[in-house]
Nanobody, 127 residues
Framework: QAQLVESGGGSVQSGRSLRLLCASS????????MAWFRQVPDNWREWVAA???????FYTDSAKGRFTVSRDKTNGTLYLLMNELKLEDTATYFC?????????????????????WGQGTQVTVSS
């Protein structure tokens, strides 16, 4: 059974960094798109970044220059390095995966195309 498990969240002051991890198991897509979304209570799930099986990276405008998405192909772990954290980055962060490459930025944002989701990890940024 496919499974994703996030970790690495926590509470930090603005301007600091955090690295999120997503351990994956139970699936074997040759071509895939893995992504990070985030959500605050009573709001929709917002796409943050994605990386596909060819290593192509995609970022939302607010993440460009601050966040870096990567994947270790040897153990299937997905990472999100978040630098220069801001108050508005506070959210629960979810990792997700779907078969097939991401395509383009718009296609990477389509939340309903993703088939496996983790349980989320909380990131809280304070001043």
């Amino acid at each position: 059974q496919a499974q994703l498990v996030e970790s690495g969240g926590g509470s930090v002051q603005s301007g600091r960094s955090l690295r999120l991890l997503c351990a994956s198991s139970g699936y074997s897509y040759q071509l895939y798109c893995m992504a990070w979304f985030r959500q605050v209570p009573d709001n929709w799930r917002e796409w943050v970044a994605a990386i596909d099986s060819e290593g192509t990276e995609f970022y939302t405008d607010s993440a460009k220059g601050r966040f870096t998405v990567s994947r270790d192909k040897t153990n299937g772990t997905l990472y999100l390095l978040m630098n220069e954290l801001k108050l508005e980055d506070t959210a629960t962060y979810f990792c997700t995966v779907r078969p097939g490459r991401c395509g383009n930025v718009y296609q990477a944002t389509l939340v309903n195309l993703y088939v496996v989701w983790g349980q989320g990890t909380q990131v809280t940024v304070s001043s």
